[in-house]
């Protein structure tokens, strides 16, 4: 697919992004993308990455794959610097990341409009073929995990620590889905990896997460996690 044909077929007046993607993959992330990033650093980064396959889309960022690595061009600078930090730090559930490089500052286009400084973060591919059941799992789970006064779960399991609320967890999700006892405690451990290393994850559900090629199950989209002095969860 040629880099801009999706343009030139719409005619729009949106700028160009490096990324062969079609009209049904235009979601919010790939449409700001696409908006925000100027035809000069587009024409770079195709240089750059002369082959790349469109994985998806998020609310402000898309990504997509170029060999073995996924890249991922997003306007969130909370997520990239957050990247950055991860970046130095052998953390076992969270993604791998190779790179995080600020590709265009920000530049007015009109009275009215002012494009965002875009960001490029390279990592590992992690596997993100996740069942339905697994999906509807994750979302439940970070559900009943999640922090700021969204939990579901009751008090005394919070203040209990870790293997109270793993028990709590695995009561509520076990019995409607018996088979899925291993993803259960593979998610349950990533969660519990998260907190011991201070990072807030309340966005980790099935969209979000996947095996690496160790087997881990790791949260891949950092856009709504952040640091934290002290463990809150």
């Not at 007046?13 to 790939?30: A, L, Q």
């Amino acid at each position: 697919m040629n880099w801009f044909s999706k343009i030139a077929k719409e005619k729009t007046d949106e700028k160009p992004m490096p990324m062969p993607f079609t009209t049904e993959d235009r979601s919010g992330g790939t449409k700001r993308i696409d908006r925000e990033m100027s035809q000069q650093t587009a024409d770079q980064l195709k240089k750059q990455y002369p082959e790349i396959e469109f994985l998806g889309a998020g609310g402000i960022g898309v990504a997509g794959q170029s060999g073995n690595n996924v890249i991922k061009f997003t306007s969130d600078e909370d997520e990239a610097m957050m990247a950055k930090q991860l970046m130095k730090i052998n953390i076992p559930c969270i993604v791998k990341i190779y790179s995080v490089k600020k590709v265009q500052e920000p530049r007015k286009f009109d009275s009215y409009y002012n494009a965002t400084t875009i960001w490029v973060i390279e990592c590992e591919k992690v596997n993100t073929n996740l069942t339905l059941d697994q999906k509807r799992l994750a979302g439940d789970m970070n559900a009943i995990l999640q922090i700021g006064g969204w939990s579901t779960m009751p008090s005394e399991f919070i203040r209990q620590g870790w293997e109270s609320k793993k028990q709590y967890v695995y009561e509520k999700t076990i019995k409607e889905f018996p088979q899925e006892q291993q993803f259960i405690n593979d998610y349950l451990e990533m969660r519990m990896c998260l907190d011991k290393n201070n990072i807030i994850a309340d966005d980790a559900h099935g969209d979000n997460i996947g095996y690496n090629k160790q087997g881990k199950l790791v949260l891949f989209d950092l856009g709504y996690s952040e640091f934290q002095e002290k463990q809150k969860i």
